[in-house]
């Protein structure tokens, strides 16, 4: 059977086709005015990659903030139901899972079934997101993945005000001024973002295993800040940015398996 | 002099930076002549009082350095007065940077002084005062003598305050000062911004700007949001009249008019009762902390 996940996040849509629950293609583009189209092309791509049509998908879920906006009538699951059934599909000990995205991060803790029993959401704050990265990035001008090769090359983190992104520039470009370091200041800005991250948890409590998730989790300099302050090493899928999509998938294949019966 | 239009973009945050002295009041040696000097994150301001009563401010713009903006806030202040800083005789530093006020005798949280400055200002009927700061808002119960009830503060986070509005003025090439008048420029009122985050609430508006929505419309969006978190604020503290506004924004008319709607009272005008006063709420702090250096001083005095 075959089923497609679309995730439809704020900056990126990205797409999973799953066959007898296993991921055997992907696709993603920028998600752009229209989020419509750009998800109908990323499943367009992920399908043609896997020598599929459209008429061989059993069934679409969508999922992400913009699901609504999906093609194709596709049903829908929440973030933190498709981020819990695609972490225990990927690790099947993890009970936790934390999603950090490009403007919001989630905690979400799950049974061993991969059904989500609690979780924390940072929203409409973009300093615990990857845009806080971003606007870091720009402040100090450096491009976005030197990011983090420049925080590990740190020994110690600049102060900066970390819990806005408003302050939070203002304070590179003093810093800036006064030489400070770049990885200096690239470390403080993943380790404040390391500590938003772990106070979200805290009010979870926490279970290990935990698994990151989500665009951020490619950023080696938030997973380094991110583990010195859990004090444990997380887990991170081969395709982080893809685990909303492959959540989707796989409840895709549970629903259409429960209407056929 | 007409700047260079490279820079030209980059100014529209920046405010009038003055100082005035109050006319038809003379000073002595025996007077009890005190300062007070409020070192915000982005207005140092500085007050000076002959017998609790204020005799000139000023007010400049903090810059990197906390100790030089202490001195420059209180130079400002003193300027034609005819008074040296060694005819001080007590000094309090506030505000964010007050641990870095060098020729401070003492520091007093700007809570207390705020509460102290809006007593000052309208008298022992303020039970409610709101003071939005740079990059912090405070909602601050206090009692007929001016001394803090309870309070309950926004900080970390530049939704409502006066850097946020910095950063709308620059985004919308609009002069700081004129922000408030243009936002009240819409026949209906539109729907706030849904993002009080600053960061987001900027991507927001300029999908707003593209969506053809006017400048003014989108500040209204963007002012309604902040007053309605403000209003929150209040409501969280608890309400109780009257209600005043102090920090730079009292200067809003866009947010003090909103405020004013939202909760359904009225803030209180600048006093009638002391004449030709024209005392400045941005200011409260600084003439808190020099009410608190006067009885500070006496209290010396006594021992």
Partial sequence: ?261 | MKKPSTVKGLEYWRWQEYQRIMPNMKWSSKDIITAGVDVGSVGSKAAIMINGQAYSWGITRTGSNSPESASKALNFALQGTGLKASDLKYIVGTGYGRVNVPMANKAITEIACHAKGANYIWGPSVRTVLDVGGQDIKAIRIDETGKVVSFLMNDKCAAGTGRGMEVFADLLQIPIEDIGDISLKVEKEPEPVSCTCVAFAKTEAMGLLRKGWSKEKVLAAYTRAMAVRMANLINRVGLERELVITGGQSKNIGVVSRIEIILGVKTLPMPRWRDDSGLDPMVAGAYGAALFAKALYEKAQKA
């Fill in chain 1, 1 to 261: 059977m075959i089923t497609v996940g679309i995730d439809l996040g704020t900056q990126r849509i990205k797409t999973v086709v799953l066959k007898d629950g296993a991921a055997i293609a992907r696709a993603q583009a920028f998600a752009g005015f229209d989020p419509t189209k750009a998800a109908e092309q990323t499943v367009q791509e992920a399908l043609t990659s896997a020598n599929l049509k459209l008429s061989d998908v059993a069934a679409f879920i969508a999922t992400g903030s913009a699901m609504e906006m999906a093609p194709y009538n596709a049903g829908t699951v929440s973030m933190m139901g498709a981020d819990a059934k695609a972490g225990v599909y990927l690790f099947p000990k993890a009970r936790t899972i934390i999603d950090v995205g490009a403007e919001e991060a989630r905690a979400v803790k799950c049974d061993e079934k991969g059904v989500m029993t609690d979780f924390v959401v940072n929203e409409r704050c973009a300093a615990g997101a990857g845009a806080f990265i971003e606007a870091m990035a720009r402040a100090l001008e450096v491009k976005l993945e030197e990011m983090g090769p420049l925080a590990l090359k740190a020994e110690r983190a600049s102060p900066i005000n970390a819990s806005c992104v408003i302050f939070g520039e203002s304070d590179v470009v003093s810093l800036i001024h006064r030489q400070e370091s770049k990885p200096e200041i690239a470390r403080a800005v993943f380790d404040a973002m390391a500590d938003r991250i772990s106070s979200m948890m805290h009010r979870l409590g926490i279970n290990p295993e935990v698994v990151l998730v989500g665009g951020v989790a490619k950023d080696e300099g938030f997973v380094a800040s991110l583990n010195r302050k859990l004090g444990l090493t997380v887990l991170i899928p081969e395709y982080p940015d893809y685990v909303g999509a492959l959540g989707a998938a796989l409840i895709a294949a549970t629903r259409a398996k429960e209407g056929a019966k």
